[in-house]
């Protein structure tokens, strides 16, 4: 008989429920090393190096209560991160001041060429800025991919008739806004024709698109739950207005960023550029104005910001919370 055929049937089963054990040990520290490399991943999620500790100059809003109101049914504006697979969205103080959406480079040129505009036809308004919304997503849901943030498209509401949002009734004196209750931007066709003079240059409406959809750029990065949450602590007008003009001038530099991003198949020459730039100093506080209504910053920060965004192109250039300078954000 040869040697291996004289095995027991009791050896043998010994034999298979050490390889057995073996298998389940083997699988147990698997688990715990994984179990460890989690742990230690989340412990390192602290404040950044070198970032402000401190609470950040603060202010509040118009009558408009801009940018963007606070979600409905969240205390104090702030919300939970939402989930997305394994990312979440930032939150607090260091959405506002070390986002990772900063860390994103430049938004990639895509093109975005444009209808014809009518003004003084709803039907071409609404087909423009659809057109003009469709580049938007495009262009920002890229980035927030980069960013490893969740993300999704605001919803549009291109008026002709009056209605209702969650944030308030339109038409509204400001002819657009967005409204984060219902993460949608709002639009009156004939509205913001009326408000501009008439005034027939694209340009015009295509950056106050952009600029609404900064406000939504700020609530998907998780930056606007924090920011309603401080300018709600605060109970002088002019420390809640210091927050506000912070949130507009950033929403300008974003906007100003997609702009420059599509400027070649936009196109954009140099006189829209001035256009645009001259509508961001026309759209800014008066000197001469009351304390109340100074929520969008001076005429010389609100065309700076914007010229930074159409120049430098990238998110990063637009953290209004973290400057040194305070005079940048007044």
């Excluded at 929403?251 to 730039?277: I, K, Q, W």
Aim: glycine content about 10%; hydrophobic content about 35%.
């Amino acid at each position: 008989m040869y040697a291996g055929f004289g095995r027991s049937p009791a050896s043998a089963a010994r034999r298979a429920n050490r390889r057995t054990f073996g298998l389940v040990t083997a699988l147990a520290v698997v688990l715990l090393a994984l179990a460890l490399l989690s742990w230690t991943a989340a412990g390192e999620d602290g404040p950044p190096p070198g970032a402000p500790g401190g609470a950040v100059p603060e202010a509040g809003t118009d009558s408009d209560d801009k940018p963007g109101q606070a979600p409905s049914g969240m205390a104090d504006g702030q919300g939970p991160s939402e989930p997305f697979g394994s990312q979440e969205r930032p939150s607090g103080y260091r959405a506002l001041v070390a986002n990772p959406l900063y860390e994103t480079g430049r938004l990639s040129p895509r093109p975005c060429p444009v209808p014809e505009l009518d003004v003084e036809d709803p039907e071409s308004m609404e087909d423009f800025l659809h057109t003009v919304a469709d580049c938007l997503d495009d262009a920002w849901r890229t980035q927030f991919l980069r960013a490893g943030i969740p993300f999704t498209p605001p919803e549009r509401v291109f008026w002709d008739e009056p209605g209702v949002s969650p944030c308030r009734t339109y038409p509204s004196r400001a002819g657009a806004f967005y409204c984060r209750a219902s993460t949608s931007i709002y639009i009156g066709t004939s509205d913001v024709v009326d408000k501009w003079n008439g005034a027939t240059d694209s340009v015009v409406y295509a950056s106050l698109l952009a600029h609404e959809y900064g406000h939504h750029v700020q609530g998907e990065s998780g930056l606007l739950e924090y920011y309603h949450g401080q300018r709600q602590l605060e109970d002088d007008v002019s420390e809640r207005n210091a927050w506000t003009r912070r949130g507009e001038l950033q929403a300008n530099c974003l906007a100003g960023v997609f702009m420059g991003s599509v400027r070649v198949s936009y196109p954009l020459d140099d006189g829209d550029v001035e256009t645009l730039l001259e509508d961001a100093a026309a759209t800014a506080d008066r000197e001469d104005g009351e304390e109340q209504d100074r929520t969008h910053g001076s005429v010389d920060n609100s065309v700076m910001w914007t010229r930074n965004g159409l120049e430098e192109q990238r998110p990063g250039a637009c953290n209004t919370w973290d400057v040194a300078d305070e005079s940048l954000v007044h």
